[in-house]
């Protein structure tokens, strides 16, 4: 095992690398594109708040534990898990964690790429010009014969698995990090050109209504998993990438606080796409629940109606594309890590391995929405339904619940004040409180209200 051998200082580098890997893995398709479609269809201003309130309660303290985790055992998850069990006398067994972790990171990458090739598509697509001075109503048509397009989706897909997997088989993944220096503020930028352009011609008030202030009648217990799942999605917690990124930490990172400040920019970004889509999606009289087309609709007809907007909208889809790439790598790390460092594989056979697997699932996505519409899974799914159904609603929060019962009682607690020296004592108090007594009951009470609503 690698871990007396890894160097205490870390990989990273420095702090700062280590922050923007994880705000690089935080900010992606689930903060532009995830984020706005979910509030759309589950009325807004609760399902906002409910979201915010499980992002800080149970999805921080959670990603906190992970990167304890990964900090304590520096090594692969499935390893880390097991040094920590080792170090507090309990029992290997809750490796176990590590498995639902990697399974979890492999179904999400798979329809996360179906999504990204969009992304990809639509880059070529605001080139073409074909959306300048279009109505909404022809921009939704063109989406929905994309869509209907197989080989066209497989295209885009082939192209963004085959840049993830080369990414992360040359391991050159952590000077990712870097590009995101430009990539994260640049797409802030662009959404704040949406936002300005939604204060001359977008509906605002209704926006800001939907957004802050809607009493909404959809909402339900299945609407607090849903919450609940995206916050643990859009911060990436319960796929392993806490414990694979916090095994290259810095050696005197405050993780509490690092971890705090990504969820902050994170939701910040969410609610940056919440302000500029919406008012283009009321004042366009689209339907806020169209569902996961909704970014695909509503920007590029905002693109094509402002001036110079097809630049903009390039520059924009073109940024999409890197940020989900960003992810994406992250999302494979769990996975890839597993096999080089405990199969002892060479990264680039592990990447060729990962990717052609992904890309089969991907492909049975893509089909879900054409050939194969008609096939359905349990409760008339489609196949993309389903995966990113069992994985959101079921195994992210199965994997933060079972995370939160190991690290809150398994773990000896001096183990983790030693990983979280850099905090004071009460965030530590609250942290472990938190971990034990709020984030356990949270997401069972979630869970079982909403399957007993669905059964
Ligand atoms: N947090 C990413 C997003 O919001 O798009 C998705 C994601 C990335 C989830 C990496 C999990 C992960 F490990």
């Not at 569902?291 to 695909?296: H, S």
């Not at 190991?406 to 990983?419: F, T």
Request: charge should be neutral.
């Amino acid at each position: 095992m690698s871990i007396a051998l890894r160097a205490r200082s870390g990989v990273w580098g420095s702090r700062t690398t280590f922050v923007l890997a994880l705000t690089t893995s935080a900010i992606g398709l689930g903060n532009l594109w995830r984020f706005p479609y979910l509030l759309g269809e589950n009325g807004g201003a609760l399902f906002l708040m409910v979201y915010l309130a499980t992002l800080f309660l149970v999805a921080v303290p959670v990603m906190i534990a992970e990167v304890v985790i990964g900090s304590h055992g520096r090594a692969d998850p499935m390893s880390s898990l097991l040094y920590a069990s080792k170090h507090s006398g309990t029992f290997a067994a809750w490796s176990v964690i590590g498995w639902i972790m990697g399974i979890a990171a492999l179904l999400i990458l798979a329809y996360y790429s179906v999504v990204a090739g969009w992304g990809l598509a639509y880059v070529q697509k605001m080139d073409s010009g074909v959306f300048g001075d279009a109505s909404a109503a022809t921009v939704g048509q063109l989406f929905i014969d994309f869509l209907a397009d197989p080989e066209a989706l497989v295209y885009w897909q082939s192209i963004f698995i085959i840049l993830t997997f080369a990414i992360s088989g040359l391991g050159i993944h952590r000077g990712l990090g870097v590009l995101f220096w430009f990539a994260i503020p640049l797409l802030l930028v662009l959404l704040g050109v949406l936002i300005i352009f939604n204060l001359q011609y977008g509906d605002m008030e209704k926006a800001g209504e939907f957004l802050f202030s809607s009493v909404s009648f959809d909402f339900t217990a299945r609407s607090v998993l849903i919450a609940m799942g995206h916050a643990f999605f859009t911060l990436s917690v319960g796929v392993g990438v806490g414990i694979a990124f916090g095994a290259y930490a810095p050696d005197k990172l405050p993780i509490g606080r690092t971890v705090i400040a990504v969820a902050v920019l994170d939701s910040f970004v969410a609610i940056a796409a919440g302000l500029a889509i919406f008012p283009i999606v009321f004042a366009a009289n689209l339907e806020p629940s169209m569902g996961p087309g909704l970014m695909f609709v509503s920007l590029p007809y905002a693109f094509g109606n402002m001036p110079q907007g097809e630049t903009y909208g390039l520059l924009f889809f073109v940024l999409v594309s890197v940020i989900a790439l960003g992810s994406a790598v992250a999302l494979a790390e769990t996975p890839m890590a597993y096999l080089v460092e405990r199969m002892r594989l060479r990264r680039p056979v592990a990447a060729v391995l990962l990717g052609a697997v992904v890309w089969l699932l991907a492909l049975s996505c893509a089909l879900s929405f054409n050939q194969w519409s008609e096939v359905y899974f349990y409760e008339s799914l489609t196949l993309f339904q389903l995966l990113d159904r069992l994985t959101v609603e079921f195994l992210l929060p199965v994997a933060a619940l079972l995370t939160t019962l190991y690290v809150g009682y398994a773990l000896r607690r001096e183990v983790l004040r030693v990983e979280l020296y850099r905090e004071t004592n009460n965030f530590f108090f609250l942290w472990r409180a938190c971990l034990r007594y709020i984030a356990p009951p949270a997401i069972l009470v979630i869970m079982l209200a909403a399957s007993i609503e669905i059964l």
